[in-house]
C-alpha cells in the first residue's frame, strides 16, 4: 500500500513519492527518523474512500541523500511546497507526524500552501524539544557517522523502540532502520540529527494565531519523546484546534495506535 515507487526531482534532490486509493486527496507527511512507511497500518483504510499522496522528505527514506545536503525544518517545508504543486493539490487535508508537523506549519504560515484541515500527530512545534541523545549527536556527528554497522543497527533499535509505547518485533523494525544503514544511509541518519534546530519552530511559534485552518491534534499520552504537556500549549496556541490525547500509544502511534488516527481522521475530514 505505502511504496513510494515514483520520483520527482526537486531542485537536483530526488523525492520518492507514490499515490494510493481514490476520492478526495489528503496528503500524509512523516517525521523524523521515519519514511512514508510510518503509514503502512493507517493508509489501507483511509484509501477506501480518499487519495492519499505521500512521500519521502529529502534526505528521508527512498528520497535522495548526499554529503552536505540540507535535510532541516527549514528546507522541508519548501519541499512539501513543491510537492503540491506537482500534485496540483490546492487545498489538501493533510495528516502530519512529528517533524512533518512543523513541515506543515511551516509550509502554510511562510510559503502560503493552504489546508482544508490539518490533522497533527505528536509534532514537533513548541519548545523545547530535541533528547539529550539528539543534543549529544550535535555535537559529535562525524564520531557517530563512522561506528560500525552492528552499532549502528543496536542504535537505530533503541531509538526507534523508545518512540513506540508496545514493543516492536525485528520485522516490525527493520523497515524504520533499513534506510539508515550502510555507507549513505548512516551518515545520512546522523546529518540530519545534527541539523535539528529549535530556531526553526521558534520562527513560526508567534505566527500560530494567525493559522487559517481547522486542527485537529492527535497526542499519545505515554509520548516520551514530547511530553503531552506541549500538546496543550500547542492547543492553546491555535485558533481553531481540538487536542485528544490516545491512551496506550507514545510517540509513534501510527503503530502503538493507528485506529485512533484512522479515527480521527475520517471524523476530522468528514467536517
Known sequence: MISP????????????????GSGPPIVLVHGTPFSSHV????AP???RDHTLYFYDLPGYGRSGKREGQDVSLGVQDKALAAMLAFWKLKRPNIVAHDFGGATALRAHLIDGCDYERLL?????AVRPWGSPFVQHVRQHEDAFAGVPEYIQAAILKAYVSGAAARPLSDSDMEPYIAPWMGPVGQPAFYRQIAQMDQRFTDEVEPLYSEFRCPVALLWGEEDRWISPRSAH???????DCTLSLVPGSGHLMQEDAPEAIVAAALRFFAG
Open 120 to 124: 497533527l500527530i505528536d509534532p514537533v
Open 39 to 42: 503509514w503502512h497500518r493507517v
Open 5 to 20: 515507487t515514483q520520483e520527482f526531482d526537486w531542485n537536483g534532490t530526488s523525492i520518492a513519492w507514490g499515490m494510493a
Open 45 to 47: 483504510e483511509l484509501a
Open 233 to 239: 500549549k500547542l492547543a492553546a496556541m491555535l485558533p
